[in-house]
């Protein structure tokens, strides 16, 4: 299905635009991305007629991962995000909210939902949880110190 990295797949949650920069950031944590639609941003239309098609694909990437890692920046209105984050439930799978945005509500508070202040706290709750050593020097956000 993906390209196998040692430790756990971890869907990214999140609006179309943070696609890359998320799955750039599991991959320089040697983290596997387990979601198809990061490759997918801009080469498929998220028309109505794709839509089945591309949910169904979500839906069995969160179906199979570890755990879900949901990210939304202010200003970001989350949609399909929180679908995700729902599916991730329904499977009893972890789910990692990163910040404190609006759109989380009372469900992060949902056994199973862990709170990160940012992405490298979101990273090192992936590798403990998945016995992994963290390595601050390969450590994912380009903006982390």
């Known amino acids: 299905m993906f390209p196998q990295a040692p430790g756990p797949a971890v869907y990214p949650a999140s609006k179309l635009r943070h696609g890359k920069m998320l799955k750039d950031v599991l991959n320089r944590a040697n983290i596997q991305c387990a979601a198809h639609w990061p490759e997918l941003v801009g080469k498929i239309s998220d028309s109505t007629l794709n839509a089945p098609v ?10 199979n991962c570890d755990m879900v890692l949901l990210y939304a920046e202010e200003g970001d209105k989350l949609r399909g995000a929180l679908v995700e984050a729902g599916a991730a439930f329904m499977a009893t799978k972890p789910v990692i909210v990163v910040g404190d945005h609006q759109d989380y509500g009372t469900w992060k508070y949902y056994p199973g939902v862990l ?22 020097s390969d450590m994912g956000h380009p903006n982390a110190h």
């Open 54 to 63: 591309f949910w169904r694909r979500n839906m069995m990437d969160v179906a």
């Open 115 to 136: 709170q990160a202040t940012d992405l490298n706290h979101a990273i090192w709750i992936v590798k403990t949880m998945s016995g992994i050593p963290y390595n601050y």
